[in-house]
């Protein structure tokens, strides 16, 4: 069983920057497909930005040129670089992680606050 753990979430002005952290229990190597979600008071769940094993990286058009995801296989966590923050970006934020294709973890998520 692995476990995700975020970090990296707070309270920021708009305009400011968060970087997200999820580490891995053990090592991402085999993980097909790592990405982040985020979910709103009242709203349904998400998909902010993955990457897959190639390194290729994917967008939710509403992050597109603000977020950056990336991962550090020496450290086993995936971040996420948000820049450019919008009052609208607020959401718990969760990572999930898959590998086999039939295997998902998903974190306990961490709370990212914008204030305008």
């Known amino acids: 069983q692995v476990q995700l753990v975020e970090s990296g979430g707070g309270l920021v002005q708009a305009g400011g920057s968060l970087r997200l952290s999820c580490a891995a229990s053990g090592s991402i190597s085999s993980f097909n497909f790592m990405g982040w979600y985020r979910q709103a008071p009242g709203k349904g769940r998400e998909s902010v930005a993955w990457i897959i094993s190639s390194g290729s990286t994917n967008y939710a058009d509403s992050v597109k040129g603000r977020f950056t995801i990336s991962r550090d296989n020496a450290k086993n966590t995936v971040y996420l670089q948000m820049n450019s923050l919008k009052p609208e970006d607020t959401a718990l934020y969760y990572c999930?992680?898959?590998?086999?294709?039939?295997?998902?973890?998903w974190g306990q998520g961490t709370q990212v606050t914008v204030s305008s």
């Open positions: 999930h992680f898959r590998r086999y294709l039939t295997q998902d973890f």
